[in-house]
């Protein structure tokens, strides 16, 4: 179907988001902390489902993929092995007038933004938070929270290949929380200091990287258009050889148009073996591979995609959200996956006639067996509709006086509006079907 409007508008998925309870800001009533912020209970499910359909695209579908949930806190020199504490800052400036402080490398003028000032010289700022472990605070006790999961996975990599006995090529994926002390955190959940990363970490022989690097960046190009994102608004762009990271041999960035422009939602790297040699340089382990088929032993290459669920999230939300010309009225509504909507169906029994009311809880305990379920029975059915098209709901049921007799009921497709009436006994099969290939 048609979507009128070419992409979402984020100050409309901001005033959504906190009147439905998509996503709220964090510690709100004590006036909010900078750039954090809480899922409500819409948000929360929007987000698993985000994670579940990456989980079982990159892992449960492939038999070439392991998963992993490794601790937030390392070792220390995890982070001096990867180069963290070495090369993972940004240039920051301060304005000698009113102290603020930006990237140097994000700004257009030579002067500050806010009130023309001028700048220090630029010093690199690291952008990992730091704590203690135990209750001395001293820099031998200093640990970091990580800013990546990769390293989680770099560090497990003979623990993993010892108990699967996976042969190469594999990979390892993982989805968990990262923390960046961000110089300049914003636009809503795109750029926060917290926030969930999906990574996967493929292992391939050497000289076999560059045609996996392809074969992930099409899968993972593939994905965000498989659940929904128009291809209009997702683009491809190949790293610039003085912005790769520090690691990486070669990366392209898939990327979202954002309503203030391209933003990254996700970056595939070739990695080289720069992890696995410098983790082996660091801890002494031997962390090559004894590959049966050559009979080689090699430090394998990684290829990584990378992604952030925060952003992710955001983008199948933004890119859902439509507004249609209903008589007089607007339909707002949310075009979302059916199986990244929070709420899968919306059960509406016609009144709130206490001959219906029976019939309706049975149904709708049935239902929630098997799917998120909503029961709404407040105001007309027209108005539940609207609140149930605004939340992205794909299938409304109505129970109705005819139920009472035929033991049917109707279901109604969010996106066509078509309605089909089918008996309660299949209902579930049904949805089942409709939510697995469409309606
Ligand atoms: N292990 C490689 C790595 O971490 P990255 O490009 O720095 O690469 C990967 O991060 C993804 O994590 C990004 O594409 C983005 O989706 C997400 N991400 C990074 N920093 C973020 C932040 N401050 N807020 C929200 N998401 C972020």
């Not at 990695?271 to 590959?291: I, K, M, P, Q, V």
Request: overall charge negative.
């Amino acid at each position: 179907m048609a979507r009128v409007l070419p992409h979402g508008d984020m100050e409309k998925i901001v005033s959504l988001s906190k009147r439905r309870g998509f996503i709220f800001q964090s510690s709100e009533i004590y006036g909010g902390l900078g750039s954090t912020w809480d899922y409500g209970p819409l948000g929360v499910e929007l987000k698993r489902n985000v994670k579940d359909a990456w989980w079982r695209s990159v892992i449960i579908e492939r038999d070439d993929m392991v998963g992993l949930d490794a601790a937030i806190l390392m070792h220390p020199r995890v982070w001096e092995a990867s180069g963290h504490v070495e090369n993972f800052s940004d240039p920051l400036v301060e304005c000698k007038s009113c102290n603020r402080r930006f990237r140097s490398d994000q700004l257009e003028s030579d002067n500050c933004p806010e009130c023309g000032g001028e700048f220090t010289e630029a010093r690199r700022f690291n952008l990992m938070f730091h704590t203690f472990m135990g209750p001395v605070e001293d820099t031998s006790h200093e640990v970091f929270l990580r800013p990546e999961t990769a390293q989680g996975i770099f560090v497990n990599f003979a623990n993993v290949v010892n108990s699967t006995r996976k042969k190469i090529p594999f990979g390892i994926a993982q989805i968990g929380k990262s923390f960046r002390n961000e110089i300049t955190p914003g636009n809503f959940t795109f750029r926060t200091r917290e926030f969930e990363q999906m990574e996967a970490e493929f292992f391939v022989k050497p000289g076999t990287d560059e045609s996996w690097l392809m074969k992930w960046v099409k899968d993972r190009f593939d994905w965000y258009i498989s659940y929904g994102i128009r291809q209009e608004n997702l683009r491809l762009r190949r790293h610039d050889p003085d912005e790769l990271a520090h690691y990486a041999k070669d990366t392209y960035d898939i990327e979202y148009r954002f309503p203030w422009g391209w933003g990254e939602l996700e970056g595939i790297a070739d990695r080289t073996d720069f992890d696995l040699r410098r983790h082996a340089e660091f801890s002494g382990e031997d962390l090559t591979y004894f590959d049966d088929e050559s009979k080689e032993r090699y430090t394998p290459y990684v290829i990584e995609p990378s992604g952030g669920v925060d952003r992710a999230t955001l983008a199948f939300w933004l890119d859902s959200y439509d507004e249609e010309e209903d008589g007089n009225a607007t339909r707002v509504v949310l075009h979302l996956h059916r199986k990244l909507a929070p709420v899968t169906v919306a059960l509406l029994p016609l009144s709130r006639n206490e001959r219906l009311a029976s019939t309706a809880l049975g149904i709708y305990d049935l239902l929630r067996k098997h799917f998120n379920t909503q029961f709404d029975d407040a105001q007309s059915i027209g108005r539940r509709y609207r609140r149930q098209d605004e939340i992205g709901t794909p299938y409304c049921v109505t129970v109705d006086f005819d139920t009472l007799d035929d033991q049917q009921v109707t279901i109604r497709d969010r996106d066509t509006m078509y309605q089909v009436r089918i008996p309660v006994a299949q209902l579930v099969e049904v949805l089942q079907d409709k939510i697995e290939h469409g309606w």
